[in-house]
C-alpha cells in the first residue's frame, strides 16, 4: 500500500498512439514471438541470453501494414484486453501475427522456436 517512485532497469522507449486499441494493436504485434525472433536476429548481444534492443534495431524489423478496424486489427485489439484481464493469449496473438507478417503455422513455429533458442530458454 506504501506508494513510491518506479523506476525502469533499462532503456525504455514510447511510441504515440491515437487511440487505446491502436496502442494494444502494437502492444501485440511487439510482444509477440513472431516480432522478437526477427528483432533478436538483429540485437546486440549482451551479457548471457540477453540482448540489446537499440531503437535502431527495433526500426530495423518489418512492421505488417494492417488497417485500422480491419478483421486483423479489431482480433489484436480483443485479445489484448483479454490479455489485460489475465487471459494466456500468447499462442493466439503469436498466430495472428503470423499471419499479419505473412508465415504460415510450420514458419510461426520455427521462428518461437528460434527464439527461445536465442534466449536461452
Request: proline fraction near 0%.
Given at each position: 500500500g506504501t506508494e513510491f517512485a518506479l523506476v525502469p532497469n533499462q532503456t525504455v522507449y514510447a511510441l504515440d498512439a491515437a487511440s487505446l486499441d491502436e496502442a494494444r494493436v502494437v502492444a501485440a504485434l511487439l510482444n509477440s514471438s513472431i516480432f522478437g525472433a526477427l528483432a533478436v536476429s538483429t540485437a546486440e548481444r549482451a551479457k548471457d541470453s540477453h540482448y540489446r534492443y537499440f531503437a535502431s534495431t527495433i526500426a530495423e524489423v518489418p512492421f505488417p501494414r494492417i488497417a485500422e478496424r480491419s478483421a486483423g486489427w479489431r482480433e489484436l485489439a480483443q485479445l489484448t484486453r483479454r490479455a489485460e484481464s489475465g487471459a494466456a493469449v500468447d499462442r493466439d496473438i503469436d498466430a495472428l501475427a503470423a499471419?499479419?507478417?505473412?508465415?504460415?503455422?510450420?514458419?510461426?513455429?520455427?521462428?518461437?522456436?528460434?527464439?527461445?533458442?536465442?534466449?536461452?530458454?
Open positions: 499471419s499479419l507478417f505473412g508465415l504460415n503455422a510450420h514458419d510461426a513455429d520455427l521462428a518461437r522456436d528460434y527464439l527461445e533458442m536465442r534466449l536461452g530458454r
